[in-house]
């Protein structure tokens, strides 16, 4: 992916407006001037120039120059997630969640509600070239059954990569599974019976609550907050209050909002789960994708006995067509190992070997730096245009790492409503009531992905979801 020179400038200026360092109503460097500046010609320059105008940062007076707009509406609040008391539910949504998916993926729709990443990065012409050597030169068929935890090359990678997020587990502790989803229901088969209640932070990706449906257990939605995640207080609540048997939680760049726990409040979940002596499934799914330098430590970096099941997967960070995860199961090793056996004796060894292959590249760390920086700036424009197109009063999550932006609109606009309408104009979003047991809780939010090039159609999407939000506000 190569971006123009003029893009590239655009993107530096918008970020140096955002920042302050050049403030409301205060004039841009001269065309001419800023191209001597920066070693561009005076046409790379007026493009980025034009560019910065679309986006709704800038504006020109003639005869005078290029001026900084007003950003007086140009940050917008975080989302105010309910405070309600949490009490265990049925999930019922699965309908509308199997609606969402079949649109996301119809190419006749501009989606931007699937949370898949970007097409658009070098590293999956790389995948395509490993698997053809793999092909070529290693034996993966004839081979009989694999190893009961998966690719030991693959376990070894993993191994080595976990010492970023804190942790250190060899790879025979280390299980290799169909995707997160995949690795997530062998911890629920493990830890849970039917008629048990799972703690989940609200809102919360549907997957999760629908798997927590089909295996007859309950969900409690634990209050979040939109910066820091699940909030500690009211979990120990839940905890006197309720016999809850495991905690899910997405504590590095929760779905659909975005936010990351605290390493303070990572510690002391730690401290709450060895309190009421039960299991923490960690969906760490986004974890690696985090827009600063260090990357977050997991809430199983500060667990010294085992009790955290860390759970992720290649989906959000390669490709979800590899269909590779994994648990690192702590003391349950032995169960899951198990559960794994029964769900299926047979997982297919060629993607566990490319993506060993991958990880052990230098291009999977420049990969990780192209995209984290690439959502962040993609994040910004999304900000930008919500400001420019949305009803006054919306409210967006602002996420630190991943690509999905919770968006509230003001009390009174169906969200749901919003979902069909904007259908029927070729575009899809996610509904925010597919993120709570509870449809009621979220009628006014949507979850929006921003992992993908912010061409004009997908810029036009936004002002078309604008303007029929600004209809649907009373
Ligand atoms: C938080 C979270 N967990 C799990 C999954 C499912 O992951 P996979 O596709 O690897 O099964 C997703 C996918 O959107 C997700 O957002």
Request: one cysteine or more.
């Amino acid at each position: 992916m190569s971006t123009p020179i003029y893009k590239k400038l655009s993107e530096q200026l918008a970020d140096q407006i955002r920042q302050g360092i050049y403030k409301t109503s205060e004039k841009l460097p001269s065309v001419r001037n800023l191209a001597k500046q920066q070693g561009v010609s005076v046409s790379t320059v007026l493009m980025s120039y034009n560019t910065l105008e679309d986006w709704g940062l800038i504006e020109v007076k003639p005869k005078s120059g290029y001026y900084v707009k007003a950003l007086a509406n140009k940050t917008l609040a975080p989302p105010n997630i309910q405070q309600s008391t949490p009490s265990p539910n049925d999930v019922t949504t699965s309908q509308l969640v199997m609606a969402v998916m079949r649109d996301s993926s119809d190419p006749r729709y501009i989606s931007l509600g699937a949370a898949i990443p970007a097409n658009d990065f070098p590293i999956l012409h790389q995948i395509k070239k490993v698997f053809a050597q793999i092909v070529r030169s290693e034996k993966f068929l004839g081979i009989g059954y694999d190893s009961t935890k998966g690719c030991e090359s693959l376990r070894r990678q993993l191994a080595r990569r976990a010492v970023d997020s804190g942790i250190l587990v060899s790879p025979e502790n280390i299980v290799i599974t169909a995707g997160c989803q995949g690795a997530i229901g062998l911890c629920l088969r493990t830890l849970c019976q039917p008629g048990d209640i799972v703690a989940v932070e609200t809102p919360s990706y549907y997957g999760l609550l629908q798997l927590i449906e089909s295996l007859g257990l309950k969900a409690i939605e634990i209050p979040s907050d939109s910066v820091t995640g699940m909030s500690i207080e009211a979990l120990k609540l839940a905890l006197e209050q309720w016999p809850i048997k495991a905690i899910l939680s997405v504590p590095s760049f929760s779905n659909p909002v975005g936010a990351l726990m605290p390493d303070k409040n990572k510690q002391q979940l730690v401290e709450l789960i060895y309190e009421y002596n039960i299991p923490l499934i960690e969906d760490d799914i986004y974890g690696d994708l985090g827009y600063s330098e260090q990357r977050p430590k997991a809430v199983k970096a500060f667990d010294t006995k085992g009790q955290v099941l860390l759970c992720s997967s290649v989906s959000k960070v390669l490709e979800p067509q590899l269909g590779l995860g994994w648990v690192m199961p702590g003391k349950y090793l032995e169960q899951i190992e198990y559960e794994r056996f029964l769900s299926s004796s047979s997982h297919f060894r060629l993607p566990q070997l490319a993506v060993a292959e991958i990880l052990s590249r230098g291009s999977y760390d420049r990969h990780l730096r192209l995209a984290r920086e690439t959502y962040r700036q993609r994040r910004d424009r999304l900000s930008d245009l919500i400001c420019q197109y949305f009803p006054e009063n919306t409210r967006l999550s602002n996420p630190q790492g991943g690509f999905v932006s919770w968006l509230q609109l003001p009390d009174q606009t169906n969200a749901t409503q919003l979902y069909l309408q904007a259908k029927k104009q070729g575009v899809i979003i996610a509904p925010g009531e597919i993120f709570s047991s509870n449809p009621k809780k979220y009628r006014h939010s949507i979850r929006l992905s921003y992992a993908s090039e912010w061409t004009k159609d997908r810029e036009n999407a936004i002002r078309v979801l604008g303007k029929l939000a600004r209809e649907l506000t009373p």
